[in-house]
């Protein structure tokens, strides 16, 4: 078999990748926009499980550059902040100060990863380092 016919077939076997809307998926204003969505699912998620007559509430509000999410109880307001910065998604507490940045890479099997503190981390990681202590922590 010529080296020819070799990398035809391997070429015909292999799925054909699109590499350019996977990479072009894989920006900082889609990662933010699919952490928003699933930011509001968790909110959703977490009022259900409050017990009846919680006196604790949370929410998600529009901010500056990104959003809020919010807990509101008697009397304690906290919440965390997330924000589409030009080279990372800035999580920061109510007070301003920063949490962690969220950076992307686009990796050699085609997967979008985030990135925290050079670690590679799934959405859902991403969400509970930056709730888990608003949402669980101190109620």
């Known amino acids: 078999m010529s080296e020819k016919t070799v990398s035809d077939s391997a070429e015909k076997a292999a799925p054909k990748f699109d590499w350019i809307t996977g990479r072009s998926s894989c920006s900082l204003p889609n990662v933010f926009k ?3 969505l699933q930011v509001e699912e968790d909110v959703k ?3 259900a499980l409050r017990p009846d007559n919680s006196p604790y509430e949370f929410s998600v509000a529009e901010s500056n550059d990104g959003f809020a999410v919010l807990l509101k109880a008697k ?3 906290r919440s965390v902040v997330f924000s589409l910065a030009e080279h990372a998604i ?4 109510g007070l301003g100060s920063s949490m962690f940045d969220v950076t992307l890479t686009f990796d050699d099997e085609g997967k979008c990863r985030l990135n925290v503190n050079a670690e590679e981390r799934d959405f859902w990681q991403v969400r509970r380092m930056a709730l888990e202590e608003l949402m669980f922590r101190g109620l």
């Not at 800035?90 to 507490?93: C, E, F, K, L, P």
Request: hydrophobic share 25%; glycine share 0%; proline share 0%.
């Open 75 to 77: 009397d304690v307001q």
């Open 34 to 36: 699919t952490l928003r």
């Open 45 to 47: 998620t977490r009022n």
């Open 90 to 93: 800035s999580v920061r507490d």
